[in-house]
């Protein structure tokens, strides 16, 4: 079965320094990764996706993740946080013909955003 | 466009109540689900829809109940409250299925339980 893992609970970083949150997965085959990111009292809005190719993904916001299969990792960055993305942000992988049950989240970094 | 809509926003319960969550969206999405969010625990799938009709379990099912009469609506229910139960629960639907993420996720703002 797939998992991910969200080794960073919480994270401080000051605005307009950059940012990096770390996600790592398990899941035999090459996985679909994706990354939702949680404002407080809102739902989960889709940041970016990997399926194949490039391993440097673009996504809404000025955000970017890199696939490394090596490293069985998907990390998200940001050159330059701004206070708006104080948020959770979760990652999460996918399987092939998985359905609606195939899509497994970690477990959340919360991003505290210091003036 | 609405989107996927819940309802209520806030609920409080005692042990032993039931109650109905409410999900619809207007988005004709097939793949419509339901998840907790715990502290700590992230997002965990209870049960799931792939169309009218059809539903099944999730990795935590137990105390819910779910039916999906109609590609709109997919409510949640609750059979008798527990206070194990207290937590945000988050309604979602997708055009595809969610785990291959040709088209995403689209949530709900949640509901807030509290069983005391």
């Known amino acids: 079965a797939q998992s991910v893992t969200q080794p960073d609970i919480h994270i401080t970083v000051s605005e307009g320094a950059s940012l990096e949150l770390r996600c790592n997965y398990s899941y035999g085959a090459t996985p679909y990764l994706f990354w939702y990111v949680q404002s407080p009292g809102q739902g989960l809005q889709l940041l970016l996706k990997?399926?194949?190719?490039?391993?440097l993904v673009q996504g809404i916001k000025g955000f970017e993740a890199e696939f490394k299969r090596s490293q069985s990792s998907f990390n998200l960055r940001k050159p330059s946080v701004h206070w708006s993305d104080a948020a959770e942000y979760f990652c999460?992988?996918?399987?092939?013909?998985?359905?609606?049950?195939?899509?497994?989240f970690g477990k959340g970094t919360h991003l505290i955003i210091q003036p | 466009n609405a989107g996927v809509t819940q309802t209520p926003k806030f609920q409080v319960l005692k042990t032993g109540q039931s109650m109905t969550l409410q999900c619809a969206q207007d988005?004709?999405?097939?793949?419509m689900s339901w998840y907790r969010q715990d502290p700590g625990m992230g997002l965990r799938l209870i049960h799931y829809s792939v169309g009218a009709g059809i539903t099944d379990q999730g990795e935590v099912p137990n105390g819910y109940n779910v039916s999906r009469s109609t590609t709109e609506d997919f409510p949640l229910r609750l059979l008798s409250a527990a206070p194990s139960q207290t937590s945000v629960y988050f309604c979602a639907s997708s055009y595809t299925p969610p785990g291959e993420g040709v088209s995403p996720l689209h949530f709900g703002n949640g509901t807030r339980l509290t069983v005391t």
């Open positions: 988005m004709n999405h097939e793949y």
């Open positions: 999460a992988v996918g399987r092939s013909g998985g359905g609606a049950d195939g899509l497994t």
């Open positions: 990997y399926f194949s190719g490039d391993t």
